[in-house]
């Protein structure tokens, strides 16, 4: 279904989920561009959180969050308590500007965290900022889910879960350190329904250890059975140098680049096959998902949770490491939990780097988004065309771009080819060496 171009999928490329990308930060942005930015927000303009966990019962060889275990209750509470600090301390900068209207929370695992410390974070929030009946989701770990904690998602008007699953494989769960039988998220899965939780979304991951696409086959139609209401396919990015947990990862046992695109390639079609329509370029939703109506309607957006209907473009990070997103600020908390203590402990914002978006970075990225998000964007206006045409060339030869004047579409051949494309645009990834993922 899809041409296979190697060569343009050899430079690791970054997943875009904003521009520029924390590469590009820099330790000159703290806490005074934060209070600027809030200060920008309006009185009745529309605001998301995001609340970072960083905490897990078992850690994960893959993954490369900012997380740590949750075996030390001292460690966990002082954590809550400065948490709720800089949730009261943002609320109290806001001066009661803005309306929350979506909520989310991951790690991390927010269900490492006791049921009834969940309960009180939400009612922190709930008195630190103006709800306006968000839309609530929370990233779950089945390991460790019962009913306890189903319970506190429905009395906390939860509707929406993203479930780590990645493989059903029980080779590949021993191999990336994950092991959770079928059983244990068929039982969350259950579990989640009977507390009102109306949208679901199962993590999965292709270029695994030892995986085929036979075994990726296998782990799509489980997965299928469960009836998702969404799923997100990710590409494994090994990168040990980076992530030192990685090193647990046989990578002589890690697929290679043609076995990659052969499993994403088969992700697409199984997928899309069972009814599932496409969102982007990795994530997928039944066609009556809140997100696949908004990809047909036009307004899909992306940011640091992905891809998301969500329509605010402000979006403020509480908690260690958490980004807050603003139209001309893109703001990252302290990453290290002691000194995130210090700064809130001393009554100051959390914000430890971050970039200033300049007016043709905010340009560049409304473009980027258009593409990953509809496919096709004009280009006009932007910075520099003439070098992004040159970038592009040898992406337009082999058909997998198209232009038609200044508006640049991608075709279904290019799908696999989208961060690629994108990072055409980025004037950043041309004097950078910092390395990304893979493309696919």
Known sequence: MWPYHPDLLAQPVPRYTSFPTAAEFTGTVGPPQLAQALATVGQDEAISLYLHIPYCRELCWYCGCNTGAANRTQRVQAYLLRLIEEITLVGKTLEGRGRVKRIAWGGGSPNALAPEDFDTLMRHVSQAFLLDDPVLSVEIDPRGFDWAW???LERNGITRVSLGVQTFDAAIQAAIGRVQPVEMIACTVARLRAAGVSSINFDLMYGLPTQTVETLAASIDTALSLRPDRLAVFGYAHVPHLIPRQRQIDDTALPDADLRFAQAEFAFERLTAAGYQPVGFDHFALPDDAIAVATRQGRLRRNFQGFTEDPADVLIGLGASAISQFPGWLLQNEKNAGRYHLRIANGQ???????????????????????LCQGTVDLAS?????????????FVEAGLAIWRGRQL?????????????AAALDPYRHQSPTRFSSAI
């Open 150 to 152: 189903a319970a506190a």
């Open 349 to 371: 914002l959390a914000t430890e780097r971050g970039w200033v978006r300049s007016r043709p970075d905010q340009a560049i990225g409304r473009a980027i988004e258009a593409l």
């Open 409 to 421: 579409t991608i075709p279904p051949a290019g799908l696999p080819y989208a961060r690629s494309i």
């Open 382 to 394: 932007l910075p520099e065309v003439a070098a992004v045409e040159l970038r592009l060339a040898r």
